[in-house]
């Protein structure tokens, strides 16, 4: 019996005794009638399919996002490592379980990156694009630095939304530079600072900080509108001018693109156009980054879903 092993690391054959990460759980009934468990166990170094046959446990969806404690048999299913599980119960407050130890985190150091959100932040020179920024930022501040930034697709992981956030900022710092002819630099970097602060109250987060479902405003809004309603209401409190707030609403109900993609308004100034572009690049180039990790060099992909084609990865010169 192995305890503990790291997800990535166990064989077929491996027993196992450990504490996991409990995603996807569906009570499902077999052919035979019978019920049984499906899920995903995971921890910091990848995941791994799980089945409990003849299911009677009250373990089920409504855990999703807790951790467990699981023994039993890592098999060989198609090719693909499944977990047969002979026991399974929820981790309890004496089994010291930590949660750094269980979610994926990004690869970032929290405190350095959000001293170069602020940093920016408290760089604005327009004083009600700055005002308005620092006030919903103080109001989300916490949930922002932890919180993932996707429930999957892209930084869907602990700091997934503070890593997402700060690496767009860099972006948009630079290139309202290079294009400052046509970009306020204040409203671009308002924007998108802003942008996808509303997921924050968008999903429903598991205890260990991780994505369980769309909250009920989440689904009915989504986080554009949620954002937009949030610039709306603080301006007029603020008394921030009429049209910043207007120009900011439009930022973030625009930087999806597209209505397909959850736009609420095509892009239709200079500093949206930019704020959806860079949001493409920093959420594209991490869907390469996860996407790639399990491809061996000269290889490619799978079908990736969110990029709708195959990825190739070259081979190391």
């Given at each position: 019996?192995?305890?503990?092993?790291?997800?990535?690391d166990?064989?077929?054959?491996d027993?196992?005794?450990?504490?996991?990460?409990?995603?996807d759980?569906?009570?499902?009934?077999?052919?035979?009638?019978s019920?049984?468990?499906?899920?995903?166990?995971?921890?910091?170094?990848?995941?791994l399919?799980?089945?409990?046959?003849?299911y009677?446990?009250?373990?089920?969806p409504?855990?999703?996002?807790?951790?467990?404690?699981?023994?039993?048999?890592?098999?060989?299913?198609?090719?693909?490592?499944?977990?047969?599980?002979?026991?399974?119960r929820?981790?309890?407050?004496?089994?010291?379980?930590?949660?750094?130890?269980?979610?994926?985190?990004a690869?970032?150091?929290?405190d350095?990156?959000?001293?170069?959100?602020?940093?920016?932040l408290?760089?604005?020179?327009?004083?009600?694009?700055?005002?308005?920024?620092?006030?919903?930022?103080?109001?989300?501040?916490?949930?922002?630095?932890?919180?993932p930034?996707a429930k999957?697709?892209?930084?869907?992981?602990?700091?997934?939304?503070?890593?997402?956030?700060?690496?767009?900022l860099?972006t948009?710092?630079?290139?309202a530079?290079?294009?400052?002819?046509?970009?306020n630099?204040?409203?671009?970097?308002?924007?998108?600072?802003?942008?996808?602060?509303?997921?924050?109250?968008?999903?429903?987060?598991?205890?260990?900080?991780?994505?369980?479902?769309?909250?009920?405003?989440?689904?009915?809004?989504?986080?554009?509108?949620?954002?937009?309603?949030?610039?709306?209401?603080?301006?007029?409190?603020?008394?921030?001018?009429?049209?910043?707030?207007?120009?900011?609403q439009?930022?973030?109900?625009?930087?999806?693109g597209?209505?397909?993609?959850?736009a609420?308004?095509?892009?239709?100034?200079?500093?949206?156009?930019?704020?959806?572009?860079?949001d493409?690049?920093?959420?594209?180039?991490e869907?390469?980054?996860?996407?790639?990790?399990?491809?061996?060099?000269?290889?490619?992909?799978?079908?990736?879903?969110?990029?709708?084609?195959?990825?190739?990865?070259?081979?190391?010169?």
């Open positions: 019996m192995i305890q503990n092993p790291n997800l990535a166990v064989r077929p054959g027993e196992i005794d450990g504490f996991y990460l409990l995603s759980a569906t009570v499902r009934t077999s052919a035979n009638g019920r049984y468990l499906s899920a995903t166990l995971s921890d910091r170094s990848g995941s399919d799980l089945k409990m046959w003849d009677s446990l009250a373990i089920g409504e855990n999703n996002g807790s951790a467990v404690r699981v023994r039993g048999q890592v098999l060989d299913y198609r090719g693909t490592k499944q977990l047969n599980v002979r026991q399974l929820l981790a309890k407050e004496e089994d010291g379980v930590l949660a750094e130890n269980l979610v994926p985190t690869p970032i150091d929290q350095e990156a959000m001293a170069y959100v602020e940093k920016l408290s760089g604005l020179q327009d004083a009600d694009y700055r005002k308005l920024a620092e006030t919903l930022f103080q109001r989300r501040k916490e949930a922002f630095q932890t919180v930034a999957s697709v892209h930084h869907g992981f602990r700091n997934g939304l503070l890593m997402h956030t700060a690496n767009m860099q948009a710092d630079f290139l530079d290079l294009y400052a002819e046509v970009i630099r204040d409203l671009l970097l308002a924007g998108t600072l802003l942008h996808d602060l509303a997921k924050t109250r968008e999903f429903d987060f598991s205890p260990l900080g991780t994505v369980k479902d769309y909250s009920a405003e989440g689904r009915l809004l989504g986080h554009p509108v949620m954002g937009a309603q949030e610039v709306a209401a603080a301006a007029q409190e603020l008394g921030v001018p009429q049209e910043k707030s207007v120009l900011l439009h930022l973030l109900l625009s930087h999806h597209e209505p397909e993609f959850g609420a308004v095509l892009p239709m100034c200079a500093e949206a156009e930019l704020l959806h572009l860079i493409m690049i920093d959420s594209r180039m869907i390469y980054a996860e996407s790639l990790q399990d491809v061996p060099a000269g290889s490619f992909s799978e079908k990736i879903y969110a990029l709708d084609k195959r990825i190739y990865k070259p081979r190391e010169t």
